[in-house]
């Protein structure tokens, strides 16, 4: 009994020694896998960048790094541009982002894996989660309101109004 | 995230974008113009509106289709447009297995699928007049088309049913129409073709697709559904789902990733 | 009186053959070069989690990865388990039979441990990371996931198979029942190897993880396959072993004398065991370890069995020219570990039968080698005559403590009297064999008169 006691014992502190190592790595080695050189303005987060409890797949540094830098495609008001496509564990990750007027105003995962079930599972999670942390950062920006069907009455009080307002 | 949206930015030609706002259908429709087009384009899809209330109001003593429920008129004496939306209505019935109908109650009432099928059609009218981006949000359920700006696309909030003023998700995207269902607004309205009572178990569900008909009847129909549309939201095919319960976390489809956003858990 | 020394000279009984004429070394692996290897593959293992694995955080990632560590390790301990069991040669003669079976078995409970760990955390760590629930995140695994059913089913299978080789379970067991369940190990390895590939992290998307990976299964499979199946065969088809003769000793004990070609060539060292079958109706079936009782010439094999339950009972009964498979020679209590001059021999029971090989043939000079045998009747003492005779012949001591210890009222075999019945005891090699409550105390009352741990060689046949 001594023995499987250790050995349990031995095993779980082994576990965390190995674990801990690799977490401390990950706030020192990690940094944003696509060269996005465009301005973010205040307190955007840079595009690609994971919250700590995403997994590695959906934006990890990976083992392997294909070739490419930013690629830019402007138009007057908005320019975007594209990270380089990093591999990770499952497959290849890439992500786009639209900046105007030095906000970051939209987010576009390319490219992820999507082959197994697991991915899909944490994309369902992970990518929507990416894109409103990084639109989050600055206020909601929407052009119009959906909810349960308002009356006339309702509508008075709802944030459509407040939007129609807002532009007449 | 914060309910109210700054003012949208001005178009690259400088203009200001053209909204206006109609109430028509028991409801206000707001319209939002992102391209420069002739006004005589909004007024026809204005017009439109109307004309869809005028024949389908079940408010109105004298519309069709109250005079059809009532047995003065037979569907042939109605407009062809009266025939197409009975008959989307028996498809739509068909595809949500008989949450969706046009007969609750035993009454007449095709609105749920009228409203969006108007909308739809009024954005096919601007879209024809020149509008290539626009949206139109009638009453929450909104057709939208091309993209708020360049390189931009449209941003709808969705209503969080228990935190007024709040948003719950923000979808986005080109050429998709939004349409929103549930208990929170309107009260206890939509009833369970099964149970016969009303539906109670889904807050608010929002389903995004590409053309406005289909995705408000299935929102309905979801609705109406409860818990179970889990399942059966997941078998339509071009249709991502967010749906608020009365009780417990928010839940999505798996397509939802490719238009919206989550709440971020805390 | 318990104790004797029977010094007459006597005729060599005829049964007594010549030690064989001394040849080259055969392999044995140290234990610790063994153990060694195992730990620094074990580290390797590791390694590749840690060269593939770039970060870890939050909390779901913590538990999949402690998931996947926990399933490289149960991946590489299972192989090495078998290995263990492969009954590779070198490592039989060098480390022994019973060692060996004993880490098996360790290893096997730490084994089925990861094993467990692995399918709790993974499942645990994907839930956590997908915002599911553990239920539903378990179906969506079992059905989803190419090859986890399998996997999932292997699991069960070495749960089973742990529990019903333990202790309390195996007690109550036939041995041919647990061992016959025992294989189904085999089924289970075959069963999870797949899903190692199909959704381990670290051989997804990793060739050169995966080919040397299964060349270290492979090679496991080939190591098994050679020396359990094919040389067994090879050895029955170039010895043709069979009864030449069986001796009655004395009551209820037989010596089987076996005859073959080529004998020379199995190398069997005094002290060896073989698993024997006979081939005959009642007992081709079973498979039975005995020592052999003589050193093996080029002719001649001799087992001496007591009769202590069915088996033994019908080989006195063989008639001689029956079939005789033998697996073997096994066991590392052999001359090659010896390390002083002086050297002790103490057995009792059946453990008698390879001292009384050790005891004619281990190198050591007149008044250097000490045979203590201990019995609790008289009845019991088996090869009586032949022992008298080598004592004499080689001017080695040899003393009977006859005797329970119930009815003496002491322990023969305490510190106190071994010291005196063997004058610097401490400076001897011991060789231990007999009933494991024997053997236990002996080892005590060893190491409390002074023999240092390195220098009591011991053989247990609880295998």
Redesign the interface.
Known sequence: MRRAALALVATVVGLVLLLGFKSHSATSTASPPAAVSAPTGSGSSSSGSSRSGSTSGSSGTGSSQSGGTAGQSSTAAATKVTGSSVGTHYGPVQVQVTVANKKITAVSVLQYPTSTGRDQQINSYAIPVLKSETLSAQNANIDMVSGATYTSLGYIKSLQSALDQAGL | ?????????LL?TGR??T?H?E?VM???V?F?LRDEVAPTVLTDAVEWLHRVDRTFSTYRSDSQISRLDRGELTAADCDADVRSVLALGSALAKASRGYFTVRPAGRLDPSGVV?GWAIERASDILRAGGSANH?V?G????Q?AGE????????????H?HQ??E?VT???GRDIA?????????GDHIVNPVTGRPATEL??I?LVGRDLTTVDAYATAA?AMGNAAREWVLELDGIAAFAVPAAGAPW???G??AV???P??A | MATWTDQRVRPAPRAVVPPPSPRPQPARSQPRTVLGLIALGAIAVVALWWLDTPSVSGFGDWLTNAGRITGLLAGYAVVILLALMARIPAMERGIGTDRLARWHSMGGRYTVSLVVAHALLITWGYAVTAHTNVASQTATLLTSYPDVLMATVAGVLFVLVGAVSARAARARLRYETWYHLHFYTYLAVALAFSHQFAVGADFMTNLPARLLWSALYAGVAALLVWHRFVTPVRQALRHRLRVAAVHREAPGVVSVHITGRHLDELAAEPGQFFRWRFLTRDLWWSSNPYSLSAPASARLLRITVKDLGDHSAALARLAPGTRVFAEGPYGAFTAARRSRPKVLLLGGGVGITPMRALFETLPAGPGDLTLVYRASRPADVVLRRELDAIAARRGAQLHYLLGSRAKLGYDPLDARRLRALVPDLAAHDVYLCGPDAMTEAAERSLRAAGVPRSRIHAESFQL
């Not at chain 2, 390189?151 to 209503?159: D, F, K, L, S, T």
């Not at chain 2, 939004?178 to 309107?186: D, H, L, P």
């Open positions: 995230m914060s309910g109210v949206a700054a003012v949208p930015g690259p200001l974008p909204r706002v109430h028991g409801t206000v707001s939002d409203k949206a949000n009453g929450g359920d909104i939208l708020a700006a360049p390189g931009q696309p449209w941003r709808v909030g969705i209503a049913p007024p003023g948003l923000v979808v986005s939004v349409a929103t269902s549930g208990t929170a607004e309107r807050a608010s929002t609705a999505w489809s798996s939802w990733a919206g956003s989550v971020v858990a």
